[in-house]
């Protein structure tokens, strides 16, 4: 089964990362997230439900980018009901979902993500996005165990650094920072 490029996603990951929407987090390495998830397409047996999965993918994305959030995460939510291991259509969907401030829908498609995603640097990628949203939700605990993933997963990632000690420091917690 040929699984179609996610270029796509990559260029509407980096529009939606530059375009301020709730996150100050932006890895320069964003273009691995979507080549990272497994290949493993167990919720998809037929054909022509792949086709169905690729056409509402495409409407979803092309919504997306003319701002139609409400049918952009209504087909994406149907695409991922066809193929639950659908990583391009949550990493859309969580972008959208931070987008229109509905926060709770994004951290679970950061969960849903970060159970996909298989190579260690996205998935740090992930942790340090996941940890920002909490940040900014002011929910310290969680963006500091988030970052710590990141760092874990990326050594390099001195943005996770910067954001897990302003964390720390926002916690009111400046030794730790």
Request: charged share 25%; with cysteine; aromatic share 10%.
């Amino acid at each position: 089964m040929k699984k179609w490029p996610s270029i796509c996603l990559l260029l509407f990951l980096l529009f939606f990362m530059n375009a301020s929407i709730a996150n100050s987090y932006n890895p320069v390495n964003t273009i691995i997230i979507a080549k990272a998830y497994s290949d493993d397409r167990k919720g998809v047996a037929d054909s022509l439900l792949v086709a169905d999965e690729k056409t509402l993918f495409d409407r979803g994305l092309k919504a997306a980018e003319e701002g139609k959030d409400r049918e952009a995460i209504d087909l994406l939510t149907r695409v991922i009901s066809i193929n639950s291991w659908n990583a391009d259509a949550y990493a859309i969907r969580v972008q959208i979902f931070q987008r229109i401030s509905q926060y709770q829908e994004a951290l679970k498609d950061y969960d849903s993500l970060i159970k996909l995603v298989k190579d260690s640097k996205a998935l740090g990628q992930i942790y340090g996005m996941r940890g920002d949203l909490f940040k900014s939700l002011r929910q310290f605990p969680p963006a500091i165990a988030d970052f710590t993933k990141a760092i874990e997963m990326n050594p390099d990632d001195l943005q996770a650094l910067f954001l897990r000690g302003n964390s720390h420091y926002l916690a009111g917690r400046s030794d730790d920072a």
